[in-house]
């Protein structure tokens, strides 16, 4: 009767082991595993890093107000670059990949308007996201799509 009662114990703490093994597992595998943690690692890095570059509320980037895009950023992802605007909350506004921006033909368009010896920054303008074609004198915004002229003046 006693080995009766020792068995069923037995075996009442091994199905609780086991419950128990089983909860930790799926725990640290659906909530803490090596993919969340890892991502969550990088979402830290990136929510760092793009505070460091955001601007104050208020402050024009590049002369350009961007509404309500905050930061723009070159992010590498399946071994491509992209060109990525995001808000606040790092909500994708607008995302590109750089090897569809023709950084050329930018260039080009610039020097139709008269700004030579240029360099190509990105920014956000009348609610679309930019290139920003400049050099000391004059500043041109093209579409980042289309290359559509958004926005030229003088620089003071």
Known sequence: ?????????????????????S????????????????????????RQLMEAMRAPAGELV???????????????????????WYDDQ?????????????????????EQNGISASAIQFGWVKDRPAIIVEDQNRELALDAATLEKLMLYEKR
């Not at 009767?1 to 128990?20: E, G, P």
């Not at 595998?29 to 890095?45: E, T």
């Not at 590049?62 to 590498?76: D, G, H, Q």
């Not at 090897?99 to 368009?109: G, H, K, N, S, V």
């Open 23 to 46: 909860w930790f597992i799926g725990r640290s595998i659906f909530v803490q595993g090596p993919y969340i943690k890892d991502r969550s690692a990088d979402l830290r890095l990136h």
């Open 90 to 110: 790092l909500n994708i506004k607008a995302q590109m990949e750089e090897a569809q921006i023709d950084a050329a033909q930018a260039l080009a368009i610039g």
């Open 1 to 21: 009767m006693n080995s009766k009662r020792v068995r069923s114990l037995l075996l009442s703490a091994a199905l609780l082991f086991v419950l128990f093994l």
């Open 62 to 84: 590049n002369r350009y107000a961007l509404n309500e895009v905050t930061y723009i950023s070159r992010v590498t992802s399946l071994s491509r670059q992209w060109i990525v």
